[in-house]
């Protein structure tokens, strides 16, 4: 079962984002099975489905970070098997396993990030300072990365990814490991983001978030788009009432209440 | 962050970089990150050593080859014929950078975290990869130059300046050599593996070729006969394959002025080689390289055939070998740990190749001594030369500690969590586990060759040496700090160090030794050893397990 929004979608204008029958395997493992999909200014994408369902593949090859994928991709109207890397500009990612030098200071390996944007290092340093601050970890900003804590690394690659104000931002479960202060903080940001016209695309195994600030729902299932739409249209048609009710369905797992009583069930086993 | 040096020597040559398209300022940011990090590495040659303070470890691993081509540089002195002497000096040299390349520079020439952190950054990939390369070639030269600094200093004023530009310029060529044939190796293996079977095949290339270089080593000398201080030299056509004699050539040809075809030949070999080497490597074998490397991310999760077979076995073995459930455990644990410990098997496995050639090392002086073969075997047969097993029981004994170190040593906090009243057991299958694993294995290939050579009445000799061994083992790790498993990184080594373990093992393993030949005169004797080794070992047994968590607690703060 395929849910689209239907018209509604398309009187954006250039799409930001454009893919066209995206295909992708690893080996004979076949990951992406043909996506299509228009991302328009502005729209804040929840892109979800279960795991090994294609998410993070998805992104890292309209980021370049993989080759050999079959179909086109443009962002921004450049089509990226050109080899161009100007439009690399305009993006800001933060990966959901995130590698990051650390045996650098925040300090260094920011102004590093930045500098490869092609900012001024006392650009870049100021601002990095300044942002440190608002998340509060400004007292770790010449401090070895490696010596962070999970929620303070995380903090620091979000910044990593915003620091030369890129239009489009790819966010990969980017709340891991984040305090609930620090999660309100950047929901408020995501949305402001969108709201200055900036496309955010958002991939979370987290539903309720994902339910909240998504402006469209994009559900990935086996590498194909199964459904696309606004929260609203998406429980208008499953009739179901929460993100994660609608997840179960088209993803086609209404097993959770027989699994988890096996599962406790095995755990008496003597 | 700091500029370095060696970035604005590179500087001069911006228009080279910028005529093949790279874009230069980002390349010179790019490699000053990576400077700046590889400051912050700990390299192998020092990971045998107590942590040194975080920081300028490079530079200490500079002095260690520092103190290497101080020997090399006193090699000049030596009033021997300049080929003989440069081809021992760039074979020493060829040998350092080789190994250095293999043991560091491998994570930098397989690096695949730079792409995953820059390629989301608009930079393009020939930039990335003319960095990469920049790289390692700076460090390359870095090393060779602390080797041979000395070497060209002491060349220098002997043999004047042409012997020290022949020299500089030949060690850009080794360089590029060297980084070209790891490339080259690593490309044949990535050609045909992937993912997690990749970085095994890596882990055994590096091993091979570590034990390799070694032995090979001691064959060098052996191009020349050295007799009475008189060196004769003939040249062969297999010469021409060991490249030492291509870079060496040059100065017996410029210096020397001994113009002969051979030197001639050999002389352009050495500048034909490296540099076609260099242009394959930017032209076809980078671009290859780098498309592979992404496999190094993928792997294929197959299960394993053998693996149920194996288990199987295991588990018999632990059931002979083991008495509690707990040790049991352990014991499955320990050996399922140790076949996929790599950078513990990268340490491990070249100690237990030089155990396995050892006493036949020292027994070659024997064999090149000019006798016949079977004379030879004739000797060895009514010889005690078997006591030579006793250089691999030295080394054996000494390994058994490493089974502390472990790159996952972050799970170690498990032994804390789990519901263990003592740590006995868990040292005793640990111990255990690594003995059948490791050691005894390759003891027997030992005492099978030296049964063949030497004939079966050596057997309870050989029975003996084994007792002994363990003796040794279990004695080292009575005074060795107590440790659980898998339990600290590689870098800290506290507690003995491998050279105070070495020692100890040679002068234990000398002594069983000579009370061993001592009693081969008394009828009996060997037998008498045994029980009394025996004896030893129980005793140690009990005494070294008498261990209580609070001592193990005390021990790693």
């Known amino acids: 079962m395929v849910i689209t929004a239907g018209d509604t979608m398309n009187t954006k204008g250039e799409a930001v984002v454009s893919i066209r029958d995206l295909a992708m395997s690893y080996g004979t493992n076949q990951v992406l099975r043909g996506i299509n999909l228009n991302v328009f200014q502005g729209e804040i994408i929840g892109y979800i489905g279960p795991n090994g369902a294609g998410k993070s593949t998805t992104v890292k090859i309209i980021l370049g970070l993989v080759d050999g994928f079959k179909g086109q991709v443009k962002v921004l109207g450049e089509n990226i098997a050109d080899g161009g890397i100007e439009y690399k500009r305009k993006i800001g990612y933060v990966p959901e396993t995130a590698e990051v030098y650390d045996t650098l200071t925040a300090h260094e390996y920011l102004t590093f990030i930045g500098e490869m944007y092609g900012m001024d290092f006392r650009l870049v340093d100021r601002k990095a300072q300044k942002l440190m601050a608002l998340f509060d970890i400004a007292d770790v900003y010449h401090a070895r990365i490696a010596s962070y804590s999970k929620g303070m690394k995380q903090k620091l690659l979000i910044i990593s990814s915003l620091l030369h104000n890129p239009d489009i931002l790819f966010f990969d479960e980017p709340l891991s490991g984040l305090d609930a202060n620090s999660v309100m903080v950047f929901k408020e940001i995501m949305t402001d983001l969108a709201a200055q016209g900036k496309t955010i695309f958002y991939s979370s195994h987290i539903m309720d978030v994902v339910e909240k600030i998504s402006s469209r729902i994009v559900l990935i299932n086996n590498g194909q788009i199964v459904a696309d739409g606004s929260f609203d249209q998406l429980s208008q048609k499953c009739r179901e009432g929460s993100l994660e009710e609608i997840f179960n369905q088209l993803t086609g797992f209404n097993r959770h209440k027989e699994i988890a009583d096996e599962f406790i069930a095995v755990l008496g086993e003597a | ?557």
């Not at chain 2, 940011?29 to 590495?41: A, G, H, K, P, S």
């Not at chain 2, 360089?175 to 190796?185: E, M, N």
């Not at chain 2, 030579?388 to 054996?396: D, E, T």
């Open chain 2, 1 to 557: 962050m700091k500029d370095f040096t060696v970035l604005k020597l590179l500087d001069r040559f911006y228009f080279l970089f910028k005529k093949i398209g790279v874009d230069y300022p980002t390349m010179r940011r790019i490699l000053q990150v990576q400077l700046t990090m590889d400051e912050r590495r700990v390299p192998t040659i020092l990971t045998n050593q107590k942590k040194t303070r975080s920081g300028n470890s490079f530079k200490s691993s500079l002095i260690t080859y520092g103190i290497l081509g101080f020997f090399i540089g006193l090699l000049m002195l030596v009033p021997f014929p300049l080929f003989y002497k440069m081809n021992l000096a760039f074979g020493l040299i060829i040998f350092m950078v080789m190994v250095t390349m293999i043991s560091d520079f491998s994570t930098v020439l397989l690096d695949v975290k730079d792409k995953n952190i820059l390629l989301p950054c608009p930079v393009d990939a020939r930039t990335i990869n003319t960095a990469k390369l920049m790289h390692i070639v700076i460090y390359l030269f870095t090393i060779t130059m602390s080797i041979s600094g000395l070497a060209l200093l002491v060349g220098l004023f002997k043999y004047g300046v042409a012997f020290a530009l022949i020299f500089m310029f030949e060690l850009v060529l080794i360089c590029c050599l060297v980084v070209f044939f790891t490339s080259i190796l690593y490309m044949a293996i990535l050609s045909f593996f992937d993912g997690e079977k990749l970085k095994d095949m890596i882990n055994y290339i590096q091993i091979l070729l570590s034990v390799f270089i070694v032995v090979g080593y001691q064959f060098m000398g052996r191009i020349f006969n050295l007799t009475r201080l008189t060196v004769t030299f003939h040249p062969v056509w297999w010469h021409f394959l060991i490249p030492t004699t291509w870079f060496a050539a040059p100065f017996s040809l410029f210096i020397e002025h001994t113009s002969s075809q051979y030197f001639i030949a050999l002389s352009l070999l050495a500048l034909i080689v490296p540099t076609a080497a260099t242009v394959l490597y930017m032209t076809l074998v980078i671009p290859y390289f780098e498309g592979k490397l992404q496999k190094l991310n993928s792997s294929s999760m197959r299960a394993n055939k053998g693996a149920a077979v194996r288990v199987k076995i295991q588990r018999a073995a632990a059931n002979i070998l083991c008495f509690s459930r707990t040790e049991k455990a352990f014991y499955q644990f320990t050996q399922n740990m140790l076949s996929n410990e790599r950078k513990l098997k990268l340490q491990l496995y070249p100690q237990l190749a030089f155990a396995l050639a050892m006493p036949f090392l020292m027994l070659s002086g024997i064999i090149g001594s000019g006798v016949s073969w079977s004379e030879i075997l004739v000797d060895l047969a009514n010889s005690k030369l078997y006591l030579a097993v006793y250089w691999s029981a030295i080394i054996l004994a000494s390994t058994a500690t490493m089974i502390s170190s472990s790159e996952n040593y972050r799970g170690a906090w498990i032994y804390r969590a789990l519901p263990i009243e003592s740590p006995v057991p868990l040292l005793k299958g640990a111990l255990k586990a690594f003995i059948v694993k490791f050691i005894i294995p390759i003891y027997l290939l030992i005492a099978l060759i030296f049964v063949l050579l030497c004939g079966l009445k050596i057997i309870p000799d050989l029975i003996l040496i084994f007792i002994n061994m363990i003796m040794v083992l279990l004695f080292i790790f009575k005074l060795n700090r107590k440790e659980l498993p898998f339990y600290r990184d590689f870098q800290v080594t506290q507690g003995m160090n491998r050279m105070g373990i070495m020692l100890i093992s040679v002068l234990v393993c000398g002594l069983c030794a000579l009370v061993h030949l001592l009693l081969t005169y008394v009828p009996l004797g060997v037998t008498l050893n045994i029980v009394l080794s025996l004896v030893i070992i129980t005793v140690l047994w009990r005494q070294s397990f008498n261990i209580t968590w609070k001592e193990i607690i005390k021990d790693a703060i």
